[in-house]
């Protein structure tokens, strides 16, 4: 409890606006709440208590999202992407072991400055499209480095959104792709960190108290999704990746 005793009645208000932003850009867009929490709690407590603070909320908005087209449309999605989802979670669970080891600041601009330059990219016209016979390589890059990055930092999002608009996937698809990959690695994420005592009683009890707020925010956001049409939606995803990527770069300098 000592960690709730720490915590100011202003710093509590600013957790819950921080949850509340990050559901109603996730339902939106279907990404980003790991890195908006990320990048608020860790401004209020330390990066590892962070780390552990989004796992509930991400683990149950991902769940919500993956499974709202039905169960059969969720059993089709894992079986075109099953490659992509293993790889997430090997990479995951081997660099999580490294979480308090190894500094994040030079992981955080290798990830942050490409993702921001194709966000820039594609927002002035420039369209990337992965042709068929590259696909597979393409898959396992975007495994590896989605999973090396997210079990330092719970942040998996960027890169996946990435290659899902690089194929130029459905505006339904790309949703419930990410919210099966991402459930998927929050799951792996809170086992790899109940190991490395990152996630324990304290602050998974923290992690929970952002639940609320976070859905308040996840219903706000899937009410703005389901009013945008495809190419409303694919800018609005290349917008919040820009944002995510030069957040990433901001961290990575500061």
Same mark, same amino acid.
Request: net charge positive.
């Given at each position: 409890?000592?960690?709730?005793?720490?915590?100011?009645?202003?710093?509590?208000?600013?957790?819950?606006?921080?949850?509340?932003?990050?559901?109603?850009?996730?339902?939106?867009?279907?990404?980003?709440?790991?890195?908006?929490?990320?990048?608020?709690?860790?401004?209020?407590?330390?990066?590892?208590?962070? +780390?552990?603070?989004?796992?509930?909320?991400?683990?149950?908005?991902?769940?919500? !999202?993956?499974?709202?087209?039905?169960?059969?449309?969720?059993?089709?999605?894992?079986?075109?992407?099953?490659?992509?989802?293993?790889?997430?979670?090997?990479?995951?669970?081997?660099?999580?072991?490294?979480?308090?080891?190894?500094?994040? #600041?030079?992981?955080?601009?290798?990830?942050?400055?490409?993702?921001?330059?194709?966000?820039?990219? !594609?927002? +002035?016209?420039? #369209?990337? #499209?992965?042709?068929?016979?590259?696909?597979?390589?393409?898959?396992?890059?975007?495994?590896?480095?989605?999973?090396?990055?997210?079990?330092?930092?719970?942040?998996?999002?960027?890169?996946?959104?990435?290659?899902?608009?690089?194929?130029?996937?459905?505006?339904?698809?790309?949703?419930?792709?990410?919210?099966?990959?991402?459930?998927?690695?929050?799951?792996?994420?809170?086992?790899?960190?109940?190991?490395?005592?990152?996630?324990?009683?304290?602050?998974?009890?923290?992690?929970?108290?952002?639940?609320?707020?976070?859905?308040?925010?996840?219903?706000?956001?899937?009410?703005?999704?389901?009013?945008?049409?495809?190419?409303?939606? #694919? !800018?609005?995803?290349?917008?919040?990746?820009?944002?995510?990527?030069?957040?990433?770069?901001?961290?990575?300098?500061?």
């Amino acid at each position: 409890m000592d960690l709730f005793l720490s915590l100011s009645e202003l710093t509590l208000a600013f957790l819950v606006l921080c949850a509340v932003f990050a559901g109603v850009v996730k339902g939106a867009v279907g990404f980003a709440m790991p890195l908006i929490l990320m990048s608020g709690l860790s401004a209020v407590v330390p990066v590892p208590v962070a +780390l552990a603070g989004l796992m509930v909320p991400s683990l149950v908005m991902n769940l919500w !999202q993956a499974l709202r087209g039905g169960v059969g449309a969720l059993s089709l999605t894992a079986r075109t992407h099953w490659r992509l989802v293993a790889l997430v979670l090997v990479f995951i669970a081997l660099s999580g072991q490294l979480v308090l080891a190894v500094p994040e #600041r030079v992981l955080t601009l290798m990830i942050g400055v490409p993702i921001a330059l194709y966000a820039t990219s !594609q927002l +002035l016209g420039w #369209r990337l #499209r992965i042709a068929p016979a590259y696909r597979r390589r393409a898959e396992l890059g975007t495994g590896v480095m989605a999973g090396f990055f997210g079990g330092f930092s719970g942040i998996w999002g960027p890169p996946i959104v990435a290659y899902l608009v690089a194929l130029d996937t459905p505006k339904a698809e790309q949703v419930r792709t990410q919210g099966l990959l991402y459930g998927l690695a929050s799951c792996a994420l809170v086992l790899t960190h109940l190991r490395t005592g990152v996630a324990n009683v304290e602050t998974l009890t923290f992690s929970a108290m952002l639940l609320v707020p976070a859905a308040a925010g996840m219903a706000m956001g899937l009410w703005l999704q389901d009013r945008m049409d495809q190419d409303r939606f #694919r !800018q609005a995803t290349l917008v919040f990746l820009l944002l995510a990527g030069l957040n990433l770069v901001r961290r990575g300098i500061m």
